[in-house]
């Protein structure tokens, strides 16, 4: 596999960073090589947030994703922004609740989830950023279900389980939507 | 962050809390800090962890006063670090010159951000100068390594505290914004704190039982300070000759030799990739120790090499070094971005072409 790289984009509190984080755990369950790299400027005390993963099976070079073969939007700053960065062939995942596509492109695939609304209608309330990567599960070869699986039991720390199951069953929202 | 993470299991971690992770394994017992941008989350890892591991975590008053009590915690003999960011090394730098006339072994983080003055708090490599030449007042250096990823970040806070205890001088890891705050999987080895020997010198407590170990860096007689500083600068011969460290990549048969160190070299050895799969012979030789500077090393590397290009996050300041290394026997050409602003690998390869290296 040659290196996957993406990019995760929101305000900050949307979850942006923990999306990443959860892609990069992943790849850690999955033996692969990887990178997690915040922004951490002053935008993400208030402003966008944003963060580069990449993950492969040979070493990573520059941690730095400029050209995403995969783009997560969370606002539409951050689709506006990015959408015309994504590889040709690329793909973008959106939250259509809060995202306007205008874009033109036909070089990439575009994929519209309404997160924002299927997690607020099944009392998830701030689980739009998982809702987005069950879709990106689907829609994608990265990695299998079970790896997410894995990943969520790593993070979230036993005393938190109830926001397991809770993540799992955003992540399914995405899968069907 | 969940209570001691485990030896040889592959972690998951940021740059930052990697350093300070290995430094509590490799027996670093005082940890004084203050906080800056971007290397906040070694100092709230070690607030978490350093009490637990039977340490201390003081948050000092100011950078100021947390080098001098690194002074005088290394001055009893117990493993002492610092960390901070550029303008907070400015800060420490009395302190270090102090440390370094006191033959006193330390560690010092820098996990670098764009300057000068307060600058931003983007990664940057402008303080290499700062680091080799002249981190404070005075004849003396310290040892400078300089990793690349988060495990390397690991291998060289052991190897510092190590090297810092046998050579009795500070050293310091010189990192920066990006690999301190980049996560990347990471294991910890078995680290067995290499236990020096420091009774000769350590102003311990004599209990009555032996002479005063006096821990000073004030000499009034030029002779005298003329041999403290002499005597150092031996040492100095020795490291020179037996502590330099560099990686050589795809140099064999490079017309074109890169020279870039830390999180640039990581986008320069993608840049070299491009070019060989484009047919053009670059190579990449990284240091990984900054003082001393791998000379034998750098004249392997160049040695089918027509020109010289160093790439860096600063307006061109290991350069200087390389030139010195390679005694200006070939062009050295230099491309950098400076500010916080990180070069990518498409633009170092563009430099490549320019500087000659096209087929």
């Known amino acids: 596999m040659a290196t996957t790289e993406i990019l995760l984009a929101g305000f900050g509190g949307q979850g942006v960073l923990f999306a990443g984080k959860i892609l990069a755990y992943c790849g850690l369950m999955d033996n692969k090589e990887l990178s997690w790299l915040p922004s951490y400027g002053p935008e993400m005390r208030g402003g966008t947030a944003n963060c580069s993963v990449c993950i492969s099976d040979e070493p990573i070079g520059s941690p730095l994703v400029l050209t995403p073969d995969i783009l997560i939007a969370m606002n539409q700053p951050s689709f506006d922004k990015f959408v015309n960065d994504v590889k040709p062939g690329g793909k973008v995942f959106y939250d259509s609740t809060l995202i306007e596509n205008e874009c033109t492109r036909t070089d990439i695939e575009i994929y519209a989830v309404p997160s924002s609304q299927l997690a607020d209608d099944n009392e998830l309330k701030g689980g739009s950023n998982i809702v987005l990567l069950g879709k990106v599960f689907k829609e994608t070869e990265l990695f299998n279900v079970d790896v997410f699986k894995k990943a969520i039991e790593k993070i979230v720390p036993p005393a938190k389980a109830q926001l397991i199951t809770n993540n799992f069953k955003a992540f399914e929202l995405g899968m069907n939507a | ?359």
Not at chain 2, 33 to 45: D, F, K, N, R, S
Not at chain 2, 122 to 133: M, N, R
Not at chain 2, 171 to 182: E, F, H, N, R, V
């Open chain 2, 1 to 359: 962050m969940k209570g001691a993470v485990k030896a040889l299991e592959r972690n998951l971690m940021k740059g930052n809390e990697a350093l300070a992770e290995a430094a509590i394994r490799a027996g670093c017992k005082c940890f004084f800090g203050y906080p800056i941008t971007p290397q906040t989350e070694l100092a709230a890892y070690m607030a978490k962890r350093m009490n637990k591991a039977g340490g201390v975590f003081l948050q000092a008053e100011s950078e100021i006063a947390a080098i001098n009590m690194v002074l005088g915690a290394a001055s009893t003999g117990v493993r002492a670090m610092t960390s901070s960011s550029s303008p907070g090394l400015s800060l420490k730098s009395e302190g270090i010159s102090y440390i370094a006339g006191s033959d006193v072994p330390a560690v010092i983080i820098n996990v670098q951000r764009g300057g000068p003055g307060l600058g931003g708090i983007q990664p940057s490599q402008a303080d290499y100068w700062q680091a080799t030449k002249a981190l404070g007042h005075g004849d003396f250096h310290l040892l400078v390594f300089a990793p690349a990823s988060v495990q390397e970040m690991v291998d060289m806070v052991v190897r510092a505290f190590d090297k810092a205890d046998e050579y009795r001088m500070p050293a310091m890891i010189l990192a920066d914004g990006l690999l301190g705050q980049m996560m990347e999987p990471v294991s910890f080895p078995e680290i067995k704190a290499n236990c020096v020997d420091k009774s000769s010198w350590a102003a311990d407590g004599h209990k009555g039982k032996r002479a005063h170990h006096i821990i000073n860096s004030l000499y009034l007689k030029p002779d005298e300070l003329e041999k403290s500083v002499s005597d150092r600068f031996a040492r100095y011969d020795v490291i020179k000759s037996k502590e330099t460290d560099a990686e050589l990549y795809l140099t064999e048969d490079c017309d074109i030799l890169l020279c870039a160190f830390g999180a640039t070299a990581r986008v320069v050895k993608s840049a070299v990739n491009e070019a060989r799969a484009q047919g053009i012979k670059a190579g990449l030789f990284r240091p990984k120790t900054l003082w001393p500077f791998p000379v034998k090393e750098i004249n392997e590397a160049a040695k089918s090499a027509k020109k010289l290009l160093s790439v860096e996050m600063s307006m061109g300041q290991m350069i200087d070094d390389i030139k010195l290394a390679i005694n200006c026997s070939k062009p050295v050409e230099f491309y950098g971005r400076t500010g916080g602003v990180i070069p990518t690998p498409a633009e170092v390869l563009a430099e490549i072409k320019k500087v000659g290296g096209a087929e």
